[in-house]
T-cell receptor, first 113, second 115 residues
Framework: KNQVEQSPQSLIILEGKNCTLQ??????????LRWYKQDTGRGPVSLTI?????NTKSNGRYTATLDADTKQSSLHITASQLSDSASYIC????????????FGTGTRLKVLA | KAGVTQTPRYLIKTRGQQVTLSCSPI?????VSWYQQTPGQGLQFLFE???????NKGNFPGRFSGRQFSNSRSEMNVSTLELGDSALYLC??????????????FGEGSWLTVV
C-alpha cells in the first residue's frame, strides 16, 4: 500500500535550537518528494522539492534530504525561530498509472521562546 | 502576482444542504486540484482539473463534484452534506498539473462546518 508516514507527530523545541523531522514512504514508483509548511488555518506553502535522483535541497534554514534506497526523507531546521511553529507535511508523487499525491499526516512543531 | 484565491473562507451549513466552493488559480496556471483536510485524516486528494477536463480523481463519494471553466477558475460542489464533511477544503494550482513536477501552490482554504 502506498503510504507516507511522518515522525514525530508533534515536537516542542526552544528557539534557536535545531530539529529534524522524518518522513518514511512506501510509495513506488515515485517522481518527487516535497516538504510543505502549513501555518494554523492557512494553506500549505512549498519548502523544497526533490526528484528521486537528488539527495539534498536547501531553502534558507530548511534542508531536506532524500535517501531513495531506504525510502526516507528528513527535513532539518537550523536555528529555529518562533515563526517556524507550524505543521510540516511530506508529500510523495506516485507515478503508477495516473499521477497522485500521497500526503503524510504531518509533524506539528512548536517553537518556544 | 496574486496567489490562489478561495471563496468563501468560512461557511456553516446544515446537514442535507449542498455547498459550492470557488477557486481562482494563479494567472497562467491551467491545473487546479482540490483537497480535503481534517485533523484525523490529514490532506486527502479530491480531484484535479486541467483545461476544463477532470484528469484525476480521489476516493470520495459522488456527492463531491467539481468543474473547471475556460478561464481556469474552478468550483467544487458537495451535495447532501454530512457532519463528516466538516473540514478545510484546499485548492491548489500549478502550471501543468500533478505529473509535470511543477510546484503546486495552495490557497488559504475554505473552512466548512456542517451542523
Amino acid at each position: 500500500k502506498n503510504q507516507v508516514e511522518q515522525s514525530p507527530q508533534s515536537l516542542i523545541i526552544l528557539e534557536g535550537k535545531n530539529c529534524t523531522l522524518q518522513c518514511n514512504y512506501t510509495v513506488s514508483p515515485f517522481s518527487n518528494l516535497r516538504w510543505y509548511k502549513q501555518d494554523t488555518g492557512r494553506g500549505p506553502v512549498s519548502l523544497t522539492i526533490m526528484t528521486f535522483s537528488e539527495n539534498t535541497k536547501s531553502n534558507g534554514r530548511y534542508t531536506a534530504t532524500l535517501d531513495a534506497d531506504t525510502k526516507q526523507s528528513s527535513l532539518h531546521i537550523t536555528a529555529s525561530q518562533l515563526s517556524d511553529s507550524a505543521s510540516y507535511i511530506c508529500v510523495v508523487l506516485l507515478t503508477s498509472g495516473t499521477y497522485k499525491y500521497i500526503f503524510g499526516t504531518g509533524t506539528r512543531l512548536k517553537v518556544l521562546a | 502576482k496574486a496567489g490562489v484565491t478561495q471563496t468563501p473562507r468560512y461557511l456553516i451549513k446544515t446537514r442535507g444542504q449542498q455547498v459550492t466552493l470557488s477557486c481562482s488559480p494563479i494567472s497562467g496556471h491551467r491545473s487546479v486540484s482540490w483537497y480535503q483536510q481534517t485533523p484525523g485524516q490529514g490532506l486527502q486528494f479530491l480531484f484535479e482539473y486541467f483545461s476544463e477536463t477532470q484528469r484525476n480523481k480521489g476516493n470520495f463519494p459522488g456527492r463531491f463534484s467539481g468543474r473547471q471553466f475556460s478561464n481556469s477558475r474552478s468550483e467544487m460542489n458537495v451535495s447532501t452534506l454530512e457532519l463528516g464533511d466538516s473540514a478545510l477544503y484546499l485548492c491548489a494550482s500549478s502550471l501543468s498539473g500533478t505529473g509535470s513536477g511543477n510546484t503546486i501552490y495552495f490557497g488559504e482554504g475554505s473552512w466548512l462546518t456542517v451542523v
